[in-house]
T-cell receptor, first 115, second 117 residues
Framework: DVKVTQSSRYLVKRTGEKVFLECVQD?????MFWYRQDPGLGLRLIYF???????EKGDIPEGYSVSREKKERFSLILESASTNQTSMYLC??????????????FGPGTRLTVL | AQKVTQAQTEISVVEKEDVTLDCVYE???????LFWYKQPPSGELVFLIR??????QNEISGRYSWNFQKSTSSFNFTITASQVVDSAVYFC??????????????FGTGTRLQVTL
């Protein structure tokens, strides 16, 4: 069974703080993704990574950065948290899919509130 | 650009009713995959099905069935004899063709299904 874990289920931070969201997967997947989920907007891709130290911007990368130093771990960083970054953050992983389109496996999510 | 539309924001049904969740997509790719995910109240998205663009056969899995129609760019999901445990938000998603990197999913906005006794 694929297991994607996220460091916190709930997080409360203050405006201007630096925030780290951690994601770990245990199935040796090459690809990892960070989404945010907001009511009425569905899931929107922030960043993704297809290999260690490789990263690509998704649809809404502004205000975020990522780090992937090890294959199993993908971190999302909010350099200076703002109230409009209050959201549910979901991490996902998938097998390398150069020839097929493998499903993504999701973590339980982190609900971040920025005050 | 890829787009997935789930026009139904919220649906309420009584247990044992059948319910269909609509999904319409837009893409210029000839090769693509469509997905359905379920998000129960616990929050974790659960993969339900993947269908590639060359396979238009309908699929049935227990009480779940999917109707893929390329002619109308639709990939609808039907739950037969709904149960309270089916209450969740359901997302339809479209996979973009990989260009040397990971393929990305474009999600619809989701349909919240409420099944009551």
């Amino acid at each position: 069974d694929v297991k994607v874990t996220q460091s916190s289920r709930y997080l409360v931070k203050r405006t201007g703080e630096k925030v780290f969201l951690e994601c770990v997967q245990d199935m040796d997947h090459e690809n990892m993704f960070w989404y945010r989920q907001d009511p009425g907007l569905g899931l929107r891709l922030i960043y993704f990574s297809y290999d260690v130290k490789m990263k690509e911007k998704g649809d809404i990368p502004e205000g975020y950065s990522v780090s992937r130093e090890k294959k199993e771990r993908f971190s999302l960083i909010l350099e200076s948290a703002s109230t409009n970054q209050t959201s549910m953050y979901l991490c996902a992983s998938s097998l390398d899919d150069r020839s097929s389109y493998n499903e993504q496996f999701f973590g339980p999510g982190t609900r971040l509130t920025v005050l | 650009a890829q787009k997935v539309t789930q026009a139904q924001t919220e649906i309420s049904v009584v247990e044992k009713e059948d319910v269909t969740l609509d999904c319409v997509y837009e893409t210029r790719d000839t090769t693509y995959y469509l997905f359905w995910y379920k998000q129960p109240p616990s929050g974790e998205l659960v993969f339900l099905i993947r269908r590639n663009s060359f396979d238009e056969q309908n699929e049935i899995s227990g009480r779940y069935s999917w109707n893929f129609q390329k002619s109308t760019s639709s990939f609808n999901f039907t739950i037969t004899a709904s149960q309270v445990v089916d209450s969740a938000v359901y997302f339809c998603a479209l996979s973009e063709a990989p260009l040397g990197t990971a393929s990305k999913l474009t999600f619809g906005t989701g349909t919240r299904l409420q099944v009551t006794l």
